[in-house]
Nanobody
Framework: QVRLVDSGGGLLQAGGSLRLSCVASGSISSFSTMGWYREAPGMQREFVAI???????HHADSVNSRCNISEDNAKKTVYLQMNSQKSEDTAVYYC????????WGQGTQVTVSS
C-alpha cells in the first residue's frame, strides 16, 4: 500500500552539509505530516523535524537553525537539509509520514566524522 523510501545519507566531515530525501508511494494521496526521526547507537529514537500539510514546520532544539525541512506535495517527497553537521548528528535517520496510520522508511545512515 504505502511505502516510504528514504535516502541521501552518507559519510561527511564535521561542518559539512547533507540533504536527505524521502519519497512516498502508494494508495494514500495525502499525509497530515511528514518528517524525520533519528536513532543514534544505543539511544532512543529522537524527533528531528516535521512539516504539516499546511506547511508548518517544527524542528528539534538539537538541530534548530542547522536544518531545514521542506516538501514537494506533488511528488509526495520530503527533504531534510542539514548544514554545519556535528558528530552528534551521527545516526540512522528515518522518514515518517502520518495519515490514518503512521508509516516509516527503512532508514538512511548519516555518519559525521570529527
Amino acid at each position: 500500500q504505502v511505502r516510504l523510501v528514504d535516502s541521501g545519507g552518507g559519510l561527511l566531515q564535521a561542518g559539512g552539509s547533507l540533504r536527505l530525501s524521502c519519497v512516498a508511494s502508494g494508495s494514500i494521496s495525502s499525509f497530515s505530516t511528514m518528517g524525520w526521526y533519528r536513532e543514534a547507537p544505543g539511544m532512543q529514537r529522537e524527533f528531528v523535524a516535521i512539516i504539516t500539510s499546511y506547511g508548518t514546520t517544527h524542528h528539534a532544539d538539537s538541530v534548530n537553525s542547522r536544518c531545514n525541512i521542506s516538501e514537494d506535495n506533488a511528488k509526495k517527497t520530503v527533504y531534510l537539509q542539514m548544514n554545519s553537521q556535528k558528530s552528534e548528528d551521527t545516526a540512522v535517520y528515518y522518514c515518517f509520514a502520518a495519515a490514518e496510520r503512521d508509516y516509516w522508511g527503512q532508514g538512511t545512515q548519516v555518519t559525521v566524522s570529527s
